[in-house]
Structures are given as C-alpha cells and as structure tokens.
C-alpha cells in the first residue's frame, strides 16, 4: 500500500496513536442521544453496529503514555468492543427511560458495521504500557 501520514511521522521520530470513540465527547453518539432525550424524541440506533468506546479521560492518559514512547504508531488495547444496541437500552436505562424507547436506523452510506484497531496487513506488539500496543506495518 501507499505510505500514510502515520507512517511519516513515525520515520520522522513522531508518534502517532490510533483513538476510538469517546464517550460524552462533542458530537459522540452519547451526546446525540442525550440532545434526543432532552428533546423528547426516541434515540436512534444502528443496532447491527458495534463499536469500540473508552472514556475521554482514558484517551487523554493514552495520549500522555504514547508520547513517552519510541517513534512508532500506537493503539489503545483495552477499549470495550460494544455492540450499539447494548450501549442505548443501556444509556436508555441510566437516563429514566425505558430500554426499549429507540428507533432502529440502518448505518448510514458508508459507515462500517464493525471497526478494528488495525487492518489486516498490521499486527500488534507489546509496549511497556500493557494496554497500548505498538501497530506494525506489513
């Protein structure tokens, strides 16, 4: 493939860390959900999609851990791997409404069903930090 911006900054002594979702940022599906809510209106959910998710807090440590790292391209490990449905009865459920109080949406065009951490011509390696892995090309 076509070396990425990952792998320039790498071999230009960077670090670069691979991020999933965060719960209750700015225009996460959390903070959709709640604006819903607040509006009365059922939340929607792609229930056949599952997602990695990690709290903003934990993406802030990751990123302060990466950066004392050798060059190279990272991800978080740890992550929960969630499946949408789960994720809203159960958001539905901490916010007083009832798990079923949804509307199922398909992905919108082009969205993925499922994500990974790498794709399938990477493979992980163990860092000092035992829940950051090390993304290795080819």
Request: aromatic share 10%; net charge negative; charged share 20%.
């Amino acid at each position: 493939g076509e070396p990425n911006q990952e792998f320039f900054l790498a071999k230009s002594g960077g670090v670069s860390m691979r991020m999933v979702n965060a719960l209750g940022s700015n225009g996460s599906v959390t903070h959709i959900w709640k604006k819903n809510i607040n509006e009365f209106k059922k939340i929607e959910i792609a229930t056949t999609c599952s997602r990695y998710f990690m709290q903003i807090e934990d993406g802030v440590h990751a990123m302060l851990m990466a950066g004392m790292l050798p060059s190279a391209t990272y991800t978080v490990f740890s992550a929960p791997y969630v499946n949408m449905l789960e994720l809203g009865q159960e958001f539905l459920m901490l916010n007083t409404k009832s798990p079923d109080w949804y509307e199922v949406i398909r992905p919108y065009p082009g969205e993925a069903i499922s994500e990974g951490l790498i794709s399938n011509t990477e493979k992980m390696e163990d860092t000092e930090v035992s829940w950051i892995k090390k993304v290795v090309h080819g």
